[in-house]
Protein backbone atom coordinates (compact mmCIF):
# COMPACT_ATOMS: atom_id res chain seq x y z
CA UNK A 1 0.00 0.00 0.00
CA UNK A 2 1.66 3.85 -1.13
CA UNK A 3 1.53 6.61 0.53
CA UNK A 4 -1.62 7.50 -0.97
CA UNK A 5 -3.62 4.64 -0.38
CA UNK A 6 -2.13 4.70 3.52
CA UNK A 7 -3.95 8.82 3.61
CA UNK A 8 -7.41 8.50 2.16
CA UNK A 9 -9.02 8.86 5.68
CA UNK A 10 -7.16 12.04 6.32
CA UNK A 11 -7.43 13.43 2.34
CA UNK A 12 -11.49 12.79 3.59
CA UNK A 13 -11.36 14.48 6.44
CA UNK A 14 -9.23 17.51 5.09
CA UNK A 15 -11.57 18.22 2.12
CA UNK A 16 -15.08 18.11 4.37
CA UNK A 17 -13.34 21.18 6.57
CA UNK A 18 -12.70 22.74 3.16
CA UNK A 19 -16.05 22.06 2.12
CA UNK A 20 -17.51 23.25 5.25
CA UNK A 21 -16.14 27.02 4.54
CA UNK A 22 -19.03 29.03 2.36
CA UNK A 23 -17.01 30.48 0.36
CA UNK A 24 -19.84 31.95 -2.02
CA UNK A 25 -18.03 34.86 -4.40
CA UNK A 26 -21.57 36.09 -6.15
CA UNK A 27 -22.65 36.94 -2.24
CA UNK A 28 -21.14 39.99 -0.74
CA UNK A 29 -22.06 38.63 2.96
CA UNK A 30 -19.90 35.88 2.25
CA UNK A 31 -16.57 37.93 2.02
CA UNK A 32 -15.18 36.82 5.35
CA UNK A 33 -15.74 33.08 4.30
CA UNK A 34 -14.06 33.51 0.81
CA UNK A 35 -11.39 35.09 2.86
CA UNK A 36 -11.41 31.68 5.18
CA UNK A 37 -11.19 29.77 2.29
CA UNK A 38 -8.26 31.18 0.92
CA UNK A 39 -6.64 30.61 4.38
CA UNK A 40 -7.18 27.61 4.12
CA UNK A 41 -6.35 26.45 1.00
CA UNK A 42 -2.65 28.57 1.43
CA UNK A 43 -1.93 26.87 4.74
CA UNK A 44 -2.48 23.61 2.83
CA UNK A 45 0.48 24.66 0.74
CA UNK A 46 2.42 25.33 3.13
CA UNK A 47 1.49 21.99 4.93
CA UNK A 48 2.71 20.28 1.77
CA UNK A 49 6.08 21.89 1.74
CA UNK A 50 5.59 25.16 -0.44
CA UNK A 51 6.31 28.77 0.57
CA UNK A 52 3.44 30.85 -0.58
CA UNK A 53 1.30 34.16 0.28
CA UNK A 54 -1.89 35.74 -0.46
CA UNK A 55 -2.15 38.40 -3.59
CA UNK A 56 -4.22 40.75 -2.50
CA UNK A 57 -5.63 43.79 -5.00
CA UNK A 58 -9.30 44.98 -6.25
CA UNK A 59 -11.06 41.68 -5.31
CA UNK A 60 -10.89 38.49 -3.52
CA UNK A 61 -7.51 37.47 -3.00
CA UNK A 62 -5.18 35.07 -5.40
CA UNK A 63 -3.18 31.86 -3.61
CA UNK A 64 0.18 31.50 -4.67
CA UNK A 65 2.84 28.74 -3.66
CA UNK A 66 6.05 27.82 -4.96
CA UNK A 67 8.56 24.99 -4.45
CA UNK A 68 11.36 24.95 -7.02
CA UNK A 69 14.05 22.78 -6.18
CA UNK A 70 14.34 20.43 -9.42
CA UNK A 71 16.67 23.09 -11.31
CA UNK A 72 16.63 21.86 -15.48
CA UNK A 73 13.21 20.53 -14.20
CA UNK A 74 10.16 21.51 -16.38
CA UNK A 75 7.95 24.15 -14.51
CA UNK A 76 3.67 23.63 -14.04
CA UNK A 77 1.50 26.10 -13.01
CA UNK A 78 -1.55 24.37 -11.20
CA UNK A 79 -4.72 26.37 -11.53
CA UNK A 80 -7.91 25.83 -9.70
CA UNK A 81 -10.67 27.97 -7.75
CA UNK A 82 -11.70 27.92 -3.96
CA UNK A 83 -15.08 29.90 -4.68
CA UNK A 84 -18.17 28.06 -4.94
CA UNK A 85 -21.80 28.57 -6.51
CA UNK A 86 -24.73 29.29 -4.50
CA UNK A 87 -26.39 26.27 -3.02
CA UNK A 88 -29.85 28.13 -3.70
CA UNK A 89 -32.77 26.51 -3.91
CA UNK A 90 -32.17 25.06 -0.50
CA UNK A 91 -35.10 22.78 -0.29
CA UNK A 92 -33.60 20.45 -2.92
CA UNK A 93 -31.00 19.72 -0.87
CA UNK A 94 -31.17 16.39 0.52
CA UNK A 95 -28.28 17.52 3.16
CA UNK A 96 -27.14 20.64 3.75
CA UNK A 97 -24.74 22.53 1.15
CA UNK A 98 -21.89 23.23 3.19
CA UNK A 99 -21.89 20.23 6.12
CA UNK A 100 -20.35 17.37 3.83
CA UNK A 101 -21.97 14.22 3.86
CA UNK A 102 -21.07 10.70 2.53
CA UNK A 103 -23.45 8.59 0.87
CA UNK A 104 -22.00 5.75 -0.68
CA UNK A 105 -18.79 6.14 -2.58
CA UNK A 106 -19.60 10.29 -3.32
CA UNK A 107 -19.28 13.55 -1.06
CA UNK A 108 -22.31 15.72 -1.39
CA UNK A 109 -21.70 19.32 -1.18
CA UNK A 110 -21.43 22.90 -2.69
CA UNK A 111 -18.24 22.88 -4.18
CA UNK A 112 -17.40 19.17 -3.46
CA UNK A 113 -16.32 18.92 -7.70
CA UNK A 114 -16.49 22.28 -8.64
CA UNK A 115 -13.38 23.19 -7.62
CA UNK A 116 -12.73 22.71 -4.26
CA UNK A 117 -12.41 18.79 -4.18
CA UNK A 118 -10.22 18.82 -7.46
CA UNK A 119 -8.16 21.61 -6.16
CA UNK A 120 -7.52 19.47 -3.22
CA UNK A 121 -6.26 17.10 -5.84
CA UNK A 122 -3.63 19.10 -6.87
CA UNK A 123 -2.55 20.11 -3.38
CA UNK A 124 -2.18 16.32 -1.97
CA UNK A 125 -0.69 14.88 -5.57
CA UNK A 126 2.02 17.25 -4.35
CA UNK A 127 1.82 16.72 -0.69
CA UNK A 128 2.25 13.00 -1.13
CA UNK A 129 5.39 13.41 -3.35
CA UNK A 130 7.04 15.48 -0.85
CA UNK A 131 5.98 13.67 2.23
CA UNK A 132 7.41 10.13 0.90
CA UNK A 133 10.33 11.30 -1.09
CA UNK A 134 10.94 14.67 0.46
CA UNK A 135 11.44 16.41 -3.09
CA UNK A 136 9.08 16.84 -5.98
CA UNK A 137 10.44 15.73 -9.49
CA UNK A 138 9.42 18.89 -11.15
CA UNK A 139 9.36 22.55 -10.07
CA UNK A 140 5.76 23.45 -9.29
CA UNK A 141 3.71 26.74 -8.42
CA UNK A 142 0.40 27.18 -7.95
CA UNK A 143 -2.33 29.74 -8.61
CA UNK A 144 -5.87 29.51 -7.02
CA UNK A 145 -8.13 32.11 -7.56
CA UNK A 146 -11.88 33.28 -5.54
CA UNK A 147 -13.66 34.64 -7.93
CA UNK A 148 -14.08 31.94 -11.09
CA UNK A 149 -17.57 32.13 -10.55
CA UNK A 150 -18.57 35.15 -10.95
CA UNK A 151 -15.82 36.29 -13.78
CA UNK A 152 -12.39 35.95 -12.36
CA UNK A 153 -11.36 39.41 -13.03
CA UNK A 154 -8.49 39.45 -10.13
CA UNK A 155 -6.48 36.91 -11.93
CA UNK A 156 -6.97 37.83 -15.37
CA UNK A 157 -5.74 41.46 -14.78
CA UNK A 158 -2.92 39.50 -12.48
CA UNK A 159 -1.91 37.40 -15.04
CA UNK A 160 -1.97 39.91 -18.10
CA UNK A 161 0.68 41.52 -16.20
CA UNK A 162 2.88 38.76 -16.97
CA UNK A 163 4.59 38.28 -13.95
CA UNK A 164 8.41 36.58 -13.79
CA UNK A 165 6.54 34.73 -11.38
CA UNK A 166 4.66 32.66 -13.06
CA UNK A 167 6.90 31.69 -16.19
CA UNK A 168 6.65 28.00 -16.36
CA UNK A 169 5.40 25.56 -19.58
CA UNK A 170 2.37 23.90 -19.09
CA UNK A 171 -0.40 24.75 -16.44
CA UNK A 172 -2.49 22.12 -14.98
CA UNK A 173 -6.07 22.43 -14.44
CA UNK A 174 -8.35 20.04 -12.85
CA UNK A 175 -11.85 21.42 -13.27
CA UNK A 176 -13.26 19.34 -15.84
CA UNK A 177 -15.14 15.62 -15.83
CA UNK A 178 -14.30 12.70 -17.05
CA UNK A 179 -16.56 11.02 -20.36
CA UNK A 180 -18.23 7.91 -17.89
CA UNK A 181 -17.02 6.52 -14.27
CA UNK A 182 -13.77 4.60 -14.85
CA UNK A 183 -12.53 6.09 -18.21
CA UNK A 184 -9.70 8.55 -17.96
CA UNK A 185 -9.99 11.62 -20.11
CA UNK A 186 -8.21 14.42 -20.96
CA UNK A 187 -10.09 17.64 -22.67
CA UNK A 188 -8.35 19.78 -25.20
CA UNK A 189 -11.08 21.87 -25.92
CA UNK A 190 -13.02 24.52 -24.33
CA UNK A 191 -15.78 27.25 -25.52
CA UNK A 192 -15.79 30.73 -24.75
CA UNK A 193 -18.43 32.55 -22.89
CA UNK A 194 -19.27 36.09 -22.68
CA UNK A 195 -22.41 37.03 -20.50
CA UNK A 196 -24.81 39.87 -20.64
CA UNK A 197 -27.41 42.40 -20.08
CA UNK A 198 -30.18 43.80 -22.35
CA UNK A 199 -32.03 46.58 -20.95
CA UNK A 200 -34.79 47.36 -22.93
CA UNK A 201 -37.26 50.50 -22.22
CA UNK A 202 -40.77 51.87 -23.72
CA UNK A 203 -42.21 54.48 -21.43
CA UNK A 204 -40.55 56.20 -18.59
CA UNK A 205 -43.19 55.04 -16.27
CA UNK A 206 -45.47 51.73 -16.10
CA UNK A 207 -49.00 52.73 -17.68
CA UNK A 208 -52.57 51.39 -17.51
CA UNK A 209 -53.08 48.43 -20.10
CA UNK A 210 -56.70 49.88 -20.45
CA UNK A 211 -56.12 53.25 -20.87
CA UNK A 212 -52.90 53.09 -23.21
CA UNK A 213 -52.92 49.54 -24.66
CA UNK A 214 -52.94 49.58 -28.21
CA UNK A 215 -50.67 52.46 -28.22
CA UNK A 216 -48.18 52.15 -25.69
CA UNK A 217 -44.78 50.70 -26.36
CA UNK A 218 -44.80 47.38 -24.36
CA UNK A 219 -40.80 46.00 -23.25
CA UNK A 220 -41.53 42.51 -21.85
CA UNK A 221 -43.13 42.03 -25.74
CA UNK A 222 -40.51 43.63 -27.17
CA UNK A 223 -37.46 41.88 -25.19
CA UNK A 224 -39.34 38.45 -26.44
CA UNK A 225 -39.24 39.60 -29.96
CA UNK A 226 -35.98 40.67 -29.83
CA UNK A 227 -34.76 37.37 -27.86
CA UNK A 228 -36.48 35.29 -30.82
CA UNK A 229 -35.67 36.74 -33.48
CA UNK A 230 -31.47 35.90 -32.21
CA UNK A 231 -32.42 32.27 -33.19
CA UNK A 232 -34.62 30.05 -35.14
CA UNK A 233 -36.88 27.27 -33.76
CA UNK A 234 -34.13 24.61 -35.21
CA UNK A 235 -31.43 26.29 -33.02
CA UNK A 236 -29.54 27.73 -35.55
CA UNK A 237 -28.48 31.31 -34.40
CA UNK A 238 -29.32 34.29 -37.09
CA UNK A 239 -26.97 36.64 -35.48
CA UNK A 240 -25.14 37.97 -39.06
CA UNK A 241 -21.76 36.61 -39.21
CA UNK A 242 -21.60 34.71 -36.03
CA UNK A 243 -20.41 31.13 -37.49
CA UNK A 244 -17.78 32.82 -39.75
CA UNK A 245 -15.22 31.62 -37.44
CA UNK A 246 -16.12 29.01 -36.60
CA UNK A 247 -13.61 25.99 -36.77
CA UNK A 248 -15.28 22.36 -37.36
CA UNK A 249 -13.53 19.55 -35.92
CA UNK A 250 -11.58 17.13 -38.20
CA UNK A 251 -12.88 14.01 -39.09
CA UNK A 252 -10.58 11.91 -37.28
CA UNK A 253 -11.92 13.91 -33.70
CA UNK A 254 -15.07 13.34 -35.28
CA UNK A 255 -14.49 9.62 -35.79
CA UNK A 256 -13.02 9.23 -31.88
CA UNK A 257 -15.93 10.63 -30.64
CA UNK A 258 -18.25 8.27 -32.26
CA UNK A 259 -16.33 5.73 -30.23
CA UNK A 260 -17.37 7.14 -26.82
CA UNK A 261 -19.33 4.88 -24.93
CA UNK A 262 -22.76 6.92 -25.14
CA UNK A 263 -26.31 6.28 -24.82
CA UNK A 264 -27.81 9.28 -26.05
CA UNK A 265 -31.74 8.17 -24.12
CA UNK A 266 -29.91 8.04 -20.50
CA UNK A 267 -28.34 10.84 -21.07
CA UNK A 268 -31.46 13.17 -22.67
CA UNK A 269 -33.79 10.94 -19.78
CA UNK A 270 -31.51 10.36 -16.82
CA UNK A 271 -29.15 12.63 -16.97
CA UNK A 272 -30.75 16.19 -18.14
CA UNK A 273 -34.04 15.15 -16.80
CA UNK A 274 -35.54 16.38 -20.56
CA UNK A 275 -38.27 15.21 -22.68
CA UNK A 276 -35.91 15.20 -25.67
CA UNK A 277 -33.05 16.88 -27.26
CA UNK A 278 -33.05 20.43 -29.46
CA UNK A 279 -30.69 22.37 -31.51
CA UNK A 280 -29.36 22.16 -35.40
CA UNK A 281 -30.71 18.98 -36.91
CA UNK A 282 -28.06 18.37 -39.33
CA UNK A 283 -25.33 18.69 -36.52
CA UNK A 284 -24.17 15.94 -34.61
CA UNK A 285 -24.75 16.15 -30.52
CA UNK A 286 -21.40 16.15 -29.31
CA UNK A 287 -20.21 18.40 -32.09
CA UNK A 288 -23.43 20.86 -30.85
CA UNK A 289 -22.36 20.68 -27.00
CA UNK A 290 -18.56 20.79 -27.85
CA UNK A 291 -17.73 22.62 -30.97
CA UNK A 292 -20.69 24.93 -31.97
CA UNK A 293 -21.54 27.98 -30.44
CA UNK A 294 -24.92 29.41 -28.86
CA UNK A 295 -27.36 31.58 -27.74
CA UNK A 296 -29.40 30.85 -24.56
CA UNK A 297 -31.31 33.10 -22.05
CA UNK A 298 -30.90 32.87 -18.46
CA UNK A 299 -33.88 34.68 -16.93
CA UNK A 300 -35.75 37.80 -18.32
CA UNK A 301 -37.28 40.12 -15.61
CA UNK A 302 -40.25 42.58 -15.83
CA UNK A 303 -43.53 43.65 -15.44
CA UNK A 304 -46.13 42.13 -12.93
CA UNK A 305 -45.43 38.53 -11.62
CA UNK A 306 -47.45 38.47 -8.38
CA UNK A 307 -50.14 36.85 -7.27
CA UNK A 308 -53.45 37.87 -8.54
CA UNK A 309 -54.00 40.79 -11.55
CA UNK A 310 -52.14 43.87 -12.01
CA UNK A 311 -53.68 45.46 -15.35
CA UNK A 312 -50.05 47.51 -16.36
CA UNK A 313 -47.56 47.46 -19.17
CA UNK A 314 -44.29 47.86 -17.66
CA UNK A 315 -41.81 50.65 -18.46
CA UNK A 316 -38.72 48.23 -18.92
CA UNK A 317 -37.86 44.32 -19.30
CA UNK A 318 -34.12 42.77 -19.01
CA UNK A 319 -32.90 39.30 -19.74
CA UNK A 320 -29.46 37.50 -19.20
CA UNK A 321 -27.97 35.81 -22.12
CA UNK A 322 -24.69 34.25 -22.70
CA UNK A 323 -23.01 33.08 -25.96
CA UNK A 324 -20.37 30.16 -26.00
CA UNK A 325 -18.14 30.48 -28.56
CA UNK A 326 -15.67 28.10 -29.97
CA UNK A 327 -12.57 28.27 -32.18
CA UNK A 328 -11.48 30.55 -33.54
CA UNK A 329 -14.35 32.98 -32.33
CA UNK A 330 -14.10 36.11 -30.60
CA UNK A 331 -15.52 37.96 -27.45
CA UNK A 332 -15.29 40.95 -28.77
CA UNK A 333 -16.41 40.50 -31.82
CA UNK A 334 -19.35 38.30 -30.92
CA UNK A 335 -20.40 41.09 -28.54
CA UNK A 336 -20.66 43.76 -31.28
CA UNK A 337 -22.45 41.07 -33.44
CA UNK A 338 -24.76 40.63 -30.86
CA UNK A 339 -25.26 44.22 -30.12
CA UNK A 340 -25.66 44.94 -34.12
CA UNK A 341 -28.36 41.81 -34.34
CA UNK A 342 -30.13 43.66 -31.02
CA UNK A 343 -30.09 46.47 -32.84
CA UNK A 344 -31.83 45.52 -36.12
CA UNK A 345 -34.68 43.34 -34.08
CA UNK A 346 -35.41 45.96 -31.70
CA UNK A 347 -38.99 46.55 -32.40
CA UNK A 348 -39.85 50.41 -32.56
CA UNK A 349 -41.35 52.48 -29.42
CA UNK A 350 -38.32 50.98 -27.34
CA UNK A 351 -34.93 51.14 -26.50
CA UNK A 352 -32.20 48.31 -26.33
CA UNK A 353 -28.95 48.33 -24.68
CA UNK A 354 -26.97 45.11 -24.22
CA UNK A 355 -23.82 45.44 -21.31
CA UNK A 356 -21.28 42.66 -21.50
CA UNK A 357 -20.70 41.20 -17.65
CA UNK A 358 -18.08 38.82 -18.33
CA UNK A 359 -16.00 37.53 -21.12
CA UNK A 360 -13.88 34.38 -21.71
CA UNK A 361 -11.61 33.44 -24.80
CA UNK A 362 -12.34 29.88 -26.39
CA UNK A 363 -9.57 27.71 -26.03
CA UNK A 364 -8.34 24.09 -28.13
CA UNK A 365 -5.11 22.47 -27.55
CA UNK A 366 -3.23 20.46 -30.02
CA UNK A 367 -3.90 16.66 -28.59
CA UNK A 368 0.10 15.64 -29.55
CA UNK A 369 1.49 18.28 -27.18
CA UNK A 370 4.26 16.69 -25.04
CA UNK A 371 2.36 17.42 -21.46
CA UNK A 372 -1.06 16.28 -22.75
CA UNK A 373 0.18 12.87 -24.02
CA UNK A 374 2.10 12.72 -20.59
CA UNK A 375 -0.88 13.64 -18.62
CA UNK A 376 -2.79 10.60 -20.91
CA UNK A 377 -0.41 8.31 -19.97
CA UNK A 378 -0.43 9.18 -16.27
CA UNK A 379 -4.24 8.31 -16.08
CA UNK A 380 -3.81 5.53 -18.04
CA UNK A 381 -1.80 4.30 -15.48
CA UNK A 382 -3.87 4.92 -13.08
CA UNK A 383 -7.36 4.10 -14.06
CA UNK A 384 -5.94 0.99 -16.49
CA UNK A 385 -7.62 2.01 -19.70
CA UNK A 386 -6.59 4.15 -22.10
CA UNK A 387 -7.23 7.80 -21.86
CA UNK A 388 -9.63 9.05 -24.24
CA UNK A 389 -10.10 12.89 -25.20
CA UNK A 390 -12.74 15.15 -25.73
CA UNK A 391 -13.83 18.88 -25.60
CA UNK A 392 -16.13 20.32 -22.75
CA UNK A 393 -19.20 22.60 -24.01
CA UNK A 394 -18.24 24.53 -20.33
CA UNK A 395 -15.64 27.67 -19.97
CA UNK A 396 -12.55 28.42 -17.96
CA UNK A 397 -11.76 31.63 -19.00
CA UNK A 398 -8.08 31.65 -17.31
CA UNK A 399 -7.06 28.99 -19.98
CA UNK A 400 -7.00 31.22 -22.74
CA UNK A 401 -5.98 34.05 -21.09
CA UNK A 402 -2.95 32.16 -19.47
CA UNK A 403 -2.50 31.15 -23.67
CA UNK A 404 -2.37 34.63 -24.61
CA UNK A 405 -0.13 35.63 -21.85
CA UNK A 406 2.16 33.10 -20.77
CA UNK A 407 2.36 31.19 -23.84
CA UNK A 408 1.87 27.58 -22.20
CA UNK A 409 -0.86 24.77 -23.02
CA UNK A 410 -3.01 24.02 -20.54
CA UNK A 411 -3.79 20.34 -18.89
CA UNK A 412 -7.15 19.72 -18.81
CA UNK A 413 -7.16 17.06 -16.52
CA UNK A 414 -10.69 16.21 -14.74
CA UNK A 415 -11.83 13.91 -12.18
CA UNK A 416 -15.62 14.66 -12.15
CA UNK A 417 -18.46 12.81 -13.42
CA UNK A 418 -21.11 13.83 -15.58
CA UNK A 419 -24.01 13.20 -13.16
CA UNK A 420 -21.87 15.65 -10.00
CA UNK A 421 -24.61 18.21 -10.77
CA UNK A 422 -22.30 21.04 -11.12
CA UNK A 423 -23.97 24.22 -10.10
CA UNK A 424 -27.06 22.75 -8.70
CA UNK A 425 -28.52 20.81 -5.71
CA UNK A 426 -26.77 17.69 -4.23
CA UNK A 427 -23.49 18.88 -5.95
CA UNK A 428 -21.11 15.70 -5.25
CA UNK A 429 -17.71 13.82 -6.21
CA UNK A 430 -17.00 10.32 -6.59
CA UNK A 431 -14.77 9.66 -3.80
CA UNK A 432 -12.98 6.83 -5.99
CA UNK A 433 -12.20 9.65 -8.73
CA UNK A 434 -10.72 11.63 -5.70
CA UNK A 435 -8.55 8.86 -4.87
CA UNK A 436 -7.03 8.36 -7.58
CA UNK A 437 -7.12 11.77 -9.28
CA UNK A 438 -4.23 12.50 -6.53
CA UNK A 439 -2.64 9.83 -7.21
CA UNK A 440 -3.12 10.36 -11.81
CA UNK A 441 -1.38 14.16 -10.87
CA UNK A 442 1.41 13.03 -8.75
CA UNK A 443 2.33 9.91 -11.44
CA UNK A 444 2.19 12.82 -13.94
CA UNK A 445 4.52 14.86 -12.16
CA UNK A 446 6.79 12.34 -11.77
CA UNK A 447 6.68 11.09 -15.47
CA UNK A 448 7.34 14.80 -16.54
CA UNK A 449 10.56 14.61 -14.32
CA UNK A 450 11.82 11.51 -16.32
Known amino acids: MN ?15 FLRIPSISALTEHKPDIRRAADFALNELRAAGLTGELIEGDGNPLVYAEWLGAPGKPTVLFYGHYDVQPP ?43 KSTGKLPVNVKFLLEGEEETGGEHIERYVTTKPPRLKAD ?38 H ?13 AIAEILCALKDRDGHIKIPGFYDRVIPPSQKERDAWARLPFDEKDYTINEMGARELVGEPEVGLFERVWARPTVEVHGIKGGFVGEGAKTVIPARATAKISTR ?15 AAIKAACPKGVTAELKVLSAGEPSLTDPDNKYIVAAAEAMKQIFGKETVYIRSGGSIPIVGVFDRYLGIPSVLMGFGLPDDNLHAPNEKFHLPNLFRGIEAVACYLEILGK
Open 209 to 221: SGVYGGAAPNPVM
Open 88 to 130: DPLDEWKSPPFEPEIRGNDIFARGSCDDKGQVFIQIKAVHGLM
Open 170 to 207: AAIVCDTEMFAPDLPTICVGLRGLVYYELFVEGANHDL
Open 325 to 339: LVADQRTAEAADQLR
Open 3 to 17: YYQQHQSEFVDGLKA
